[in-house]
């Protein structure tokens, strides 16, 4: 019997005793390929001993030194390599403990940030339908996920969400990609003239969503016009990277691929690897300053934020990320993923869609090509699909309630970086496999 407190207390897993490379092994022995890096993690795999060894180093230095008295060396270098490759004027990195954690600091810093500006009537937020920005309440009031915001409706705080930039379902016929992103975006400006722009204190997007909707890129242009609204309405654009960054997308930080500066920008998963749970909240020079002029304290903070274990470990990570070519192997691997998904699932009768970038990889399954149909929620598609997946040796990302919360079925790749080719076939076919079988 065990006293922990599952995930599903009807669907126990078994126990992991080993990792290998991209492999994750069970106590019985068996090998699972993990094509999805958990949830977007692992993106050195299992067993990379540089980061192994400069946790144990870190360690034996120290443990553990509340940011309340100390900062620390491993927290002071991650911070400089951050902002030494961070996009636009990122100048200050705040270390936390996870994603949720990260989004949460985003919000209220955006709201300290105009109540020291002196406007005070900027508290709303604007997110998208579709979203995912984290399990707190802040960070759930912004996402938009109707099925992970349902039951908790009464606790939640009053933020608006426009339609995502989700091509698949919500381009026009003839309309091209460029003006579908373009109309997207538009969106905002109308909610932002709906709230009353003296009201609204900033937007905030995954560049690339991951968990609720299966790797959904923009359209291009569509960050570069979302820029141009908050600059024309002087309201903070707050990028969450939490699933897509870290080099999951090709580039560091995704935002640099749609070629727009962030004011706050959230990153975790990837920062840490797995190897210790890190997310960081990055902002500009001029939130800082504005803060450090005014009341000079940030109201808010965490026990374990910057802790040096963890710290260390996410400064091994990047610099392994920045140092071993490993951005253009994501993008060299990706695209070898995409032809062979295209070539497996191009032309599958319950395949609708196959998108991404990087190693960050989407299909989006329906029950009709030509009509988009999703499948009937009650199927249980995608909890099918992870558990043959599962049975096949195969750890994947499948989720329901892709197109509003409740309707649609995707899976979610995103493997470690160093998957070799012959992984990308053993993915594959094992994905396929386990598709067919329970479709």
Not at 170 to 179: A, T
Not at 297 to 316: D, E, K, L
Request: net charge negative; with cysteine; charged share 20%.
């Amino acid at each position: 019997m065990s006293h922990i407190f599952p995930r599903h207390s009807k669907v126990l897993p078994p126990r992991a005793v080993g990792g290998d490379g991209c492999y994750l092994i069970g106590e019985d022995g068996k090998r699972y390929l993990d094509g999805s890096g958990g949830a977007a993690v692992s993106c050195l795999g299992h067993s990379d001993r540089d980061v192994i060894e400069a946790v144990k180093t870190q360690m034996d230095t120290l443990a553990f030194a509340h940011t309340g008295f100390f900062t620390s060396e491993p927290a002071e270098t991650l911070a400089d390599l951050l902002v030494a490759n961070a996009p636009g004027t990122i100048d200050r990195v705040y270390l936390v403990s996870g994603g949720s954690e990260a989004t949460e600091a985003a919000i209220k810093l955006a709201r300290q940030y105009w109540v020291e500006k002196g406007q005070p009537k900027r508290g709303k937020l604007i997110a998208r339908k579709q979203s995912y920005h984290g399990n707190t309440i802040g960070a759930l009031s912004a996402g938009g996920n109707e099925w992970r915001r349902a039951q908790f409706g009464p606790l939640l705080l009053d933020m608006s969400h426009i339609e995502p930039c989700y091509e698949y379902r919500l381009r026009h016929e003839g309309e091209s990609l460029e003006e579908y992103g373009l109309r997207a975006a538009n969106a905002l400006e109308e909610e932002i003239l709906r709230l009353g722009p003296d009201t609204v204190m900033g937007f905030i997007a995954e560049p690339v969503v991951g968990a609720t909707a299966g790797a959904l890129a923009p359209a291009p242009g569509y960050f570069k016009r979302i820029r141009e609204i908050c600059d024309q309405y002087g309201i903070l654009l707050i990028l969450d990277e939490v699933m897509c960054g870290m080099g999951r997308t090709g580039s560091l930080f995704a935002c640099e691929q749609d070629g727009v500066n962030p004011d706050i920008l959230c990153i975790a998963k990837g920062l840490g690897a797995g190897y210790q749970p890190i997310g960081a909240m990055l902002c500009t020079a001029e939130i800082y300053d504005t803060i450090a002029a005014g009341s000079g304290f940030f109201q808010h903070g965490h026990t374990y934020m910057g802790h040096p274990a963890a710290a260390a470990a996410g400064v091994a990570v990047v610099s392994a990320i920045l140092n071993r070519g490993l951005l253009p192997r994501v993008q060299e691997q990706g695209e070898k993923l995409a032809d062979r998904l295209q070539e497996r699932f191009g032309q599958h009768p319950f395949v609708g869609d196959l998108r991404g970038r990087g190693l960050f990889r989407g299909i989006e399954l329906v029950s009709d090509r030509d009509t988009k149909a999703p499948f009937d929620p009650s199927l249980g598609v995608a909890a099918k699909i992870k558990k043959a997946a599962f049975a096949e040796g195969l750890i994947c990302y499948p989720m329901s309630g892709t197109i509003d919360g409740r309707n649609g079925d995707h899976i979610l790749l995103a493997p470690p970086f160093i998957i070799e080719d012959a992984q990308l076939d053993e993915l594959t076919e094992k994905l396929g496999r386990a598709i067919d079988a329970v479709i």
